[in-house]
């Protein structure tokens, strides 16, 4: 019995012996944050209040930090 079965073609797990690019890094990074920045717009959208909220908690937090 095989303790590590393989996940097969369809895995999404990136290959150890294939070490990725700084360029692919950036890539995929970039993809990230611009899905990250959308799913923040959305959600200013869908919850505006609440939004508002945060962003006036995180700037006292950013006030009070401030050296």
Do not use: Y
Not at 14 to 26: M, Q
Not at 43 to 64: D, G, I, L
């Amino acid at each position: 019995m095989k303790s590590n079965p393989d996940p097969g073609p369809g895995s999404t797990d990136e290959s150890p012996a294939a070490p990725e690019t700084p360029a692919e890094r950036r890539r995929r990074r970039a993809v990230f944050l611009r899905e990250l920045a959308e799913a923040r717009e959305l959600r200013e959208r869908v919850q505006p209040r609440r939004t508002k909220e945060r962003r006036m908690r995180e700037a006292m937090r950013m006030r009070t930090f401030r050296i």
